[in-house]
Nanobody
Framework: QVQLVESGGGLVQPGGSLRLSCAAS????????MAWFRQAPGEQRELVAT???????YYADSVKGRFTISRDNAKNTVYLQILSLKSEDTAVYYC????????????????WGQGTRVTVSS
C-alpha cells in the first residue's frame, strides 16, 4: 500500500491562498491516479479534485477555477493549490492514491493519508 503524508494546512483568512502537498512512498507513483478529498465538520467526505497518471485533471464544480491539482512524479508528490479561500472551504483535506491510472470516485482509491486541516476564518 502507498503511504501518503499531507502537509500545508493551517489557518487562513478569507481570500487567502494555500498550497497543500502530499508526499507518497513507492517507486511506481507515476502509475497512480491521485486525488484530494475534503471533509467539513458534520459533513460527508467529498471529492475535490483528481489527477490521472497522465496528468488529466477533474474538479468538483464547487472548486472549479479556484483549485488546481498537480503532480511532480520526480518528487512523488501531488499538490493542491487553493486560491480565494472561502469559509466553506474549511475542512480536513485528504490525499488519496489509486492503483488505477484514472480514478474519479472514492471507491477507486486504495490508500489514504491522515489529512491536513484547513481553517478559513478572519
Amino acid at each position: 500500500q502507498v503511504q501518503l503524508v499531507e502537509s500545508g494546512g493551517g489557518l487562513v483568512q478569507p481570500g487567502g491562498s494555500l498550497r497543500l502537498s502530499c508526499a507518497a512512498s513507492g517507486r511506481t507513483f507515476n502509475h497512480y491516479a491521485m486525488a484530494w478529498f475534503r471533509q467539513a465538520p458534520g459533513e460527508q467526505r467529498e471529492l475535490v479534485a483528481t489527477i490521472s497518471s497522465s496528468s488529466s485533471t477533474y474538479y468538483a464544480d464547487s472548486v472549479k477555477g479556484r483549485f488546481t491539482i498537480s503532480r511532480d512524479n520526480a518528487k512523488n508528490t501531488v499538490y493542491l493549490q487553493i486560491l480565494s479561500l472561502k469559509s466553506e472551504d474549511t475542512a480536513v483535506y485528504y490525499c488519496a492514491a489509486s492503483y488505477l491510472s484514472i480514478a474519479t470516485i472514492d471507491t477507486d482509491f486504495n490508500s489514504w493519508g491522515q489529512g491536513t486541516r484547513v481553517t478559513v476564518s478572519s
